[in-house]
């Protein structure tokens, strides 16, 4: 990780998919078949995990990737790119179409590492302020809310929300400036080299995850209280 600077670390942001929230199931043929239930699809479990397969294998390959481009900077461009997407992994009829994207964007769906909710009880409890920061299409503040912690939060930097998506330097300082902190008292944890790695050019020391993930084992998020100084419900550096 990088560094931070002297007196240390106030403020911590965190990225939510993959870091705070599993984003490895999501889309299960459980929550498919009762999606599509709802919009007069009948589909069994074995067709739905086939329709599942077919289209993470699609939209995932890497020349999908500039396809992708700018789908986090509005709720509109969101549904619009990734909704095309799903049906050119096809091709699926629209009602398909929109049961796979109700389940892509069901806060419901997400759920949260097992040290998440312990380690942003335990910052919040140690004055440490604390935010999230994320690329994303709609707005993520009821899966927070539903687990308890969504009050615990100073800010919710949402990319859809500001028209910035990292790794743009410009959306780091727009959620330190909600932080009211400096960049370089701000922590960032990610899991993305790249996107979130991007949080050291804005100045923030930078702490990343590993890529393996399994929602039913802690992420590795204890280590953020150590460098933040909020072990043992120790207080926060002075700011």
């Not at 990088?2 to 199931?25: I, M, N, R």
């Not at 992708?68 to 096809?90: F, M, N, V």
């Not at 769906?109 to 140690?126: K, Q």
Request: net charge negative; hydrophobic share 45%.
């Amino acid at each position: 990780m990088s560094e931070p600077g002297e007196g240390g670390v106030h403020g911590v942001l965190f990225d939510f998919a993959g870091t705070l929230f599993d984003d490895t199931g999501v889309l299960t043929a459980p929550r498919l078949v009762a999606k599509a239930g709802d919009r007069g699809i009948t589909l069994d479990e074995q067709v739905a995990a086939t329709l599942i397969r077919r289209t993470l294998a699609y939209v995932d390959a890497p020349e999908r990737s500039a396809a992708k481009e700018g789908c986090d900077l509005s709720p509109e461009a969101h549904r619009r790119i990734w909704t095309g997407l799903i049906a050119d992994a096809g091709p699926f009829e629209p009602p398909l179409v929109e049961a796979l994207y109700d389940c892509l964007t069901d806060n419901d769906a997400w759920l949260p590492y097992p040290d998440t909710l312990p380690v942003l009880e335990a910052l919040s409890a140690a004055g440490v302020r604390t935010g999230v920061l994320s690329n994303i299409g709609w707005d993520i503040r009821p899966a927070f809310k539903r687990t308890g912690v969504l009050d615990q939060l100073n800010a919710v930097v949402l990319s859809c929300e500001v028209g910035l998506a990292k790794p743009d330097p410009a959306i780091f300082g727009v959620a330190c400036e909600r932080l009211s902190l400096s960049a370089g008292r701000v922590l960032f944890v990610g899991d993305d080299p790249v996107k979130d790695g991007a949080a050291a050019c804005a100045g923030l020391p930078v702490y990343l995850l590993p890529s393996e993930r399994d929602v039913r084992v802690p992420r590795g998020l204890t280590a953020v209280l150590r460098l933040a100084g909020a072990e043992n419900g120790r207080e926060a550096p002075a700011r």
